[in-house]
Each structure stands twice: as C-alpha cells, then as structure tokens.
C-alpha cells in the first residue's frame, strides 16, 4: 500500500502552507488524498481504514453506519432536488454495505434569508424519498449562518442499517479477487449532465433527468442471487472510473473495462460530447457497482435486469492482476488505454 | 450523435487497421507526427496506437497552443497583472496554471491580488471593457490559426464600440511556421527523422488545405489533413503509408467534410485587416522563428496591450528538469522525461505539456501511462 500511495500521491499535502480546494470534495484523487494523509491518521480504526462507504459497529456486528453532506448547486434540478440527494445519497451509502437502511438523521445548515417556502419543498422531498426507501428520519439539528456564507441550503445525513441474517460477510472493497466480474447497473452520467446542464443552461434536445434514487432493494436483490457478490459501490462523485480505481487500490488488484459495453443512454452521450465531459467522471445518484465472482455473473445480472433500477444493467470489466492498481479500458476503436482517478475537481457541487 | 458514431465505428476502426497492416512494407520504418493536440489526446484516448503495426512509430508535434507559449511571454502576462491593479487580464482556463518563472503562474498572480479573469473567448473579454469603464481589460491571447478570427472580431467589436480601454496581449502563432522549424530542426543531429504529417483538423478549416503545399513541397513530404474522431486518424494514417510507398509527397485532405481547399476566406480576409506578422517570435522548444506569429496590424495598433502598457519581451528558460522543449520537437517522449509523474503531474505542473489536456505529457499521463510503470521516487 505504501508504494501504491506514492505512486498515488508523489506529493504530501503540504501542512505548513496548504489550503483546502475544490478537488478535496470531489471525490477524486485529492479526496483521497486527504483522508489518506489528514483524516485517517487522525482518527484511524480498522473500520473506518478499510475506505468502504459504511461502517460496522463493534459490539453491533449486524449494525451498519453511514454518513453524507449535500452541497449541489442547483438546490433543484431534474428528476429532483437537494432532499432527494440528502435521502438517496447516505440510503445508498448504507446499502452498498448489504445492509437494510432504517434510520436516518439530518443537520442543516442554512442561510439567514433563505426562503421557508423552498426549505418546505426541500423537506417534503426528503419526507417522500424517506417514505419510498421505508426509514425514518428519527433525529435532526438546524443552524444558520449569516447571509454570505452559505449558499441557501447544506444538508448532512447520517444512516443506520441492520445486516440481514444471510449475509455473513459484508461486501467490501478490500474483497475484490482477480478473475471477478464487474457489474454496472445501468446507464452512467445521468445525475451528472443534468446538474451540468442545469448550470450552462444547455437546452438538451432529449429531455436529461436525474438518476437519484434508493437502491437498496436492488442490493439486495444482487446478493440474494449471487451471494458471493464481493462488493458493492455507488458510483457517485468522481463517477463509475473513480469508484473502480478504489476498488483496485483497496484490493490490491487492477482492472481492464470495455468501452463499448458500458451502458450510457444517447442523450447523454451527446450533451457530454458538447460540454467536453467523460461521462466516466461523471455522478451517478442511483446506480451500483457489483463485484461479483465470473461464476455467479448471469445470476446477479438476471436479478438485476428484473429490477427497475437495473433494466440496463450490464458486464462492464473484470477485475485483473496488477500491482499497480492501474485501472485500464479497452476502447471503441480496440486499442487500450488507462482510466485514472478524477483529477482536480472539473464539476464542484454536483451532489 | 449518428454523425460521429460513423468515425469511431469499431467495425470500421478494424477495416482501417487491417488495411494499414496490409500497406505497411514490413522492411521499413514510418514515423509520422501528428502536429496537432487534438490529435495527440484523440491517439490516446482511443488507444490507437495499439491498432497500428510496430513500424509506424507515431510521433506528437507541438500543435498545442498553451504547450507553445515561453515562459517569457507568461512572465509578461503575470507580471501584469500583478503590477497594474486597474488591470482585468482575461484568459483562457489552460494558461491559469501553466509556471512561469520561479513556479509563478497566473492563479498565483490572482492569489497575489492581480484580478485575472478566465473567460471562454475574446468576446466575453470585450463585454467585461464595457461594463467596467474605469478599468483596462486585457484579452491575453493565444492560439493557433483556429482561435485568431475570434480574436480579430473582438478588437473590431470593441473599435465599433468605441472601447479605448480593451487591448489585446497578441501571442497568435502560425502552424505552416512550426511545421517548417520541425522540419529544419529535423536536419539537425538530435532532430527527429519525419516521413510525413497527419495535418491539423480545425486549424485547417481556417487556412484551407492548399496552406500546407509549401511545406509539402520543400521538405518533399506528406501531408494528411485529418479531423478528430479515432477513424478519422486511422485513415489519415492509411494514406500517409501509401503516399510513402508511392513515393508521394502531395497534401491530402481526409477532413473534407469540414475543410475546404482554400479554407475560410471570410476569416482569413477579417485576420488580415487587424493582424500583420511578426518579425519573430519565441516558441518553447521550437526556439525564435522570423514571421511565425501576430501582432495587431496598423489600423488597430491602439488595441496593442504591448505597447499600450509598454511590455517589454524577454526570453527566460525553463524550469531546468522539464524537457517540454525536446517533447515538443518531437525529440523525446513523455515518458523520457525525469519529472514526469513524479515531480510534474497535472495537479502540480512543471512544464506546459502536462497542462493542457492537449498537451503531449497531459494526455499520455491520463491515457497512457498503464503501460510503462517504473519506481515513483517522491517528489519534494
């Protein structure tokens, strides 16, 4: 791990003299960097050091935690808003451990001048998406600061959730094994070009919404299937070639996608071409990422396909050996190419 | 989309690449460059080298205008900015980042109070001079044939409007020039041997196809314009092989769909009327070239910010471990160079190859780097 951190990361942050940017919170390669270098030697725990987006409780192995900040701009977009992503965002961070999410708390932090009548909008979105995804919202806190600075609304959610019986070991990112498939459950970059294009103001020729919903049942039901499923991830910030590159890093293996099988709707598609995006960068609010062995691949795609979060879910790579932790692409054309981490953050607030 | 999707077809990638290897003479060595950035990021991004035989080596040229630009000329922009506080000094997002000088770049000239602005074109430079009447606004720009007509209508907007407090800092180069100095550099004994150019896409819609016949024909070499898209290279790349085995030396054009042989005169009269040439011009890597560049011509000489804030050019070397000057001859390869991805990465640039995604450095450290890892020693 050390070498790969220095290959990762050539230059420390720089604690005498550093600021924080943009690309700290982009989930990329400078989030990861962070948590690497300040967060983790601060607060280390073989918990919290395995990098998967939720936790167990020692003493609680059955209890599963996870916690999000909700920071897009726009505050609403299409296919939803602010609450929607504070809801979806932590419910999905708790269901790529397996777990069933049930209880959730929320802090805003609000500006002075915001108006009620869109912090009630925002709250009733928060309400419905909680009732979708069957939890409660059991606690919660409310600041405000001055005009200027905030930007309206900033939601934190944190989530907990039970492990169901049948799961023995959690996924995680850390049991990737060489030969494992990669499964992705649908189209990529729809959350993504359509905050994008919210804020150009594009006019799209094919109406673009959000893909933000709870995936949870959906988790579930690629575990039911295929139940050595090794991992699960949300491909959110930094989109679907970040999230494969820290599955790589924390399992110590590398991988190779194919180009041509992963699925991206032509909408979307064509505004990326316009905007100049790689939709593999791009935030994904309602997709997951199944690491699941070769031999239980048409199993866990069939659950998926019979679910509606994953009509369009397909085998996108496979899990290879490298010590490098180099996540490569075999493109359109048939030649081959490298998909490293996000770098610099491109899109800030997107979610 | 149905239009691009024809040239990244993979049927049609496969039929191209077949036909290449069936044209290559296996008993001899093709080593082309593609001038162009674009070019350079599409070769890597589609992995198409992988598609071509091992005997034609792909070479990338320095048709990147923010790799171009000296260190000499940021120093200018950034001293600047940092020195007339009644100055906005517009530039495109690439040249925030690219050190000048002692690590100095135009974001830190903004951290050092200077009010540097990034815009998406000239235009929006022109717009900012309106609103801000107590102020100098100042378009740093840069760029090829393909970006000098958006210029040239913004100093011809902002002399119908009557907007004595725009200028432009001019460091527009011209291609045909560049193509020359690879080619005597290549003489050289460090130079690089060429037996052909794959030819700018959008900067030969501008200038027309017929802009390269000189060149063809002096150094007695192929010229294949091309577009972008990864089928477009492939074919550009197909003719280049069969010119050489014919013994060829004429300029083609594999982007007619875009370029015309005499090109976009409409532009290219505007570019006349506000620009003249230069008498040189300091290129990073390719040296001072006589006539390669433009200044504002006689009629909008007022607009010069040079003379306007009385600039004054000095050429200044480059941070001593970056070899952007060898990659951008086409001498060296990224991967040749001792910083590269240790000390110079894109989150912290060295050298401007590895700052515009154009950039032979950047695009082979985002795309291409899987394939030679070695010991990463950790930079300071």
Redesign the interface.
Known sequence: MDKLN??LF???LDFRNGNIEL?HGAGG??SAQLFEELFRPAFSNPELDRGDDAAAFEGAARMVVATDGHVVSPLFFPGGDIGTLAIHGTVNDVATSGAIPRYLTAAFILEEGFPLNDLQTIAQSMAAAAREAEISIIAGDTKVVEKGNGDGVFIATTGVGFLPEHIVEKPGAHRAQVGDAILLSGDIGDHGVTILAAREGLPLSAPIKSDTASVHTLAQAIIAAAPGTKCLRDPTRGGVATAVNEICRASGTGAILNE?SIPIR?PV??AC?ILGVDPLYLANEGKLIAIVPEAQVDQALAAMHAHPLGERAAKIGRIIE?P?G?V???????????V?WL??DPLPRIC | ?RY?DEF???KT??TL?KAIYAEADPNRQYQFMEFCGGHTHAL????????LPDNIRMIHGPGCPVCVLPVGRLDMAIDLATSHPEIILCTYGDLMRVPGTNGRTLRTAKAEGGDVRMVYSPAQAVDLAGKNPDREVVMFAIGFETTTPPTAAAVKEAARDGLSNFSVFCNHVLTPSAIDAIMTAGTGESGVHLDGFVGPGNVSTIIGAEAYEDASAKWRKPIVIAGFE??DL?QSILMLVQQVNRGDTCVENAFARAVRPGGNTRAQEMCREVFSIRNSFEWRGLGTIPGSALQLGPDFESFDAEARFAMAYRSRPDHKACACAQILRGEKAPRDCKVF???C????PLGSCMVSPEGACAAY??????RD?RE?V??E
């Open positions: 220095r290959r050539p230059r420390k690309a390669k400078a041509p032509r598609e064509a071409e490298d490098d180099f490569q692409m075999e493109t359109v054309s048939g030649g081959r190419r490298m490293d770098v610099g | 989309m691009v990244r077809d993979t990638a496969q690449a890597c991004r589609f992995g198409l080298e992988d598609l990864p089928n492939l991805g240790t000390a990465t894109p989150e912290h450290y985002a795309y291409g780097r899987f890892t990463i950790a930079a």
